[in-house]
């Protein structure tokens, strides 16, 4: 059961860290967006939305935290054959899902790149490419690490 409590403290932990980056990756884009330099501007048009993107999805996971340790903890007590049927699954879609957002994480990597290369001398450019490229690098990180926990997390449902 000890194994159920770390996995999701681990996720609201590493989640509470995820929502105060967004937090200070807004307020300092929304601060770049107000600055004369055209690359500062292009930082912030590829921060802000990502961010906001990651902010509410860190919300999300604290705020389920608690719920999902009482629903899983329950299950292990009361009725384990609910583990099988419902927890294992329901993992088994979220590392599913981490295949496809980190496909997705690594094109936006690839587009940030190309865009510095291809507009080195456009200023608004590249900073919104070089913004991607530290976006999706922060990101990737982010769910490598989330993934990993998870698989750790399943690999014990499995076990029970």
Avoid: H
Avoid at 63 to 88: G, H, K, M, W
Avoid at 118 to 128: C, D, Q, S, T
Avoid at 143 to 152: C, K, N, P, V, Y
């Amino acid at each position: 059961m000890d194994s159920i409590v770390t996995y999701f403290n681990g996720e609201k932990f590493q989640c509470t860290i995820g929502a105060i980056a967004s937090m200070i990756l807004i307020a300092s884009s929304i601060f770049f967006l107000f600055q004369q330099k055209a690359f500062l501007k292009g930082m912030a048009y590829a921060t802000i939305p990502l961010s906001i993107l990651l902010l509410v999805i860190c919300v999300g996971v604290i705020l389920r935290a608690s719920t999902d340790i009482e629903r899983v903890t329950t299950f292990y007590r009361n009725t384990p054959q609910n583990i099988q049927v419902e927890e294992i699954p329901r993992m088994e879609k979220v590392m599913k899902s981490f295949n496809i957002i980190r496909k997705v994480e690594i094109v936006f990597f690839i587009i940030g790149l190309a865009l510095t290369i291809i507009f080195w001398r456009n200023e608004l450019i590249k900073g919104l490419a070089v913004g991607l490229i530290i976006m999706s690098v922060s990101i990737y990180t982010f769910d490598f690490i989330a993934e990993s926990r998870g698989e750790a997390y399943i690999q014990f449902l499995k076990s029970l």
